[in-house]
């Protein structure tokens, strides 16, 4: 699922890119979740760092892209941003908050589709994988090649990272549903673990980060094939 947020302030044109968005779906066989606001202020506002990609107009009333894209890139240094606008002459700005491209209006779907399609290539290029993570108060954007494991105690999660360590809400089934099976195994009850960050495994457990984790005795087969299973993908 790609996340999508769309900033306009006028309704005929959200409108618009909301059915653009819809057919490129159905054409490309994307699947998109799309959040609509019709000011940079509502979306730079406690913003959450979950976009993969922004579409976004300059000119708005209240907070205009730039200064959203400006907002946006200090806490997000990965999300792809297209601005869509009637106004060519800041086009040349828009590389200083790492804008990948933009669209004039008034908008054909063609040169839409193009901008899409480029997009999705550069979201799916990224280095890192991101996931938000909340916590009391706010929300905090982590990659997760950082994440070495992840537990819960008293009804808190901890994720334990190979900088620091990050109280947080939810639970460990949410967690798990978050950072996806393929990288991370649930080793007891109380622990999430990162494949590749496992220094050794031994009859008592595992080594991570220095530390020692139990491994619950109907799971250690699972884990020693999940791990043999993440290495030969890895090293393909």
């Known amino acids: 699922m790609v996340r999508i947020a769309l900033v306009e ?11 653009f968005l819809k057919r490129y779906g159905r054409e490309s066989g994307e699947h998109f979740a799309v959040s609509v606001f019709s000011d940079g202020a509502e979306i730079a506002e406690d913003y959450k ?5 922004i579409l976004m107009d300059i000119a708005m009333q209240y907070m205009d ?14 999300v792809v941003i297209i601005f869509i606008t009637n106004m060519p002459q800041f086009v040349m700005k828009g590389y200083e908050v790492s804008a990948l491209d933009y669209v004039l209006k008034p908008i054909s779907y063609f040169a839409f589709s193009q901008r ?3 997009a999705l290539s550069r979201m799916r290029k990224r280095t890192r994988r991101y996931i ?13 090649s950082q994440i070495t494991y992840v537990e819960v105690r008293d009804h808190d999660l901890t994720y334990h990272t190979v900088s620091e360590v990050l109280p947080a809400k ?4 949410e967690a ?6 393929d ?3 649930r080793c007891n009850k109380c622990y999430l673990v990162s494949l590749e960050h496992i220094d050794s495994v031994d009859s008592s457990g595992i080594l991570i980060g220095g530390e020692r984790i139990q491994v619950s005795r109907a799971r250690k087969k699972a884990l020693m094939d999940a791990l043999n299973d993440y290495i030969n993908e890895v090293s393909k």
């Open 9 to 19: 302030d006028d309704a005929e044109y959200r409108r618009e890119l909301t059915e």
């Open 49 to 53: 760092a979950d976009y993969d990609i």
């Open 65 to 78: 892209g730039m200064r959203t894209a400006e907002a946006i890139r200090q806490v997000d240094d990965e």
């Open 116 to 118: 899409m399609q480029r």
């Open 132 to 144: 938000p993570i909340p916590f009391k108060g706010g929300m905090r954007k982590l990659a997760v």
């Open 170 to 173: 939810g639970t460990l089934s």
């Open 176 to 181: 798990e549903a978050l950072l996806g099976p």
């Open 183 to 185: 990288a991370f195994f």
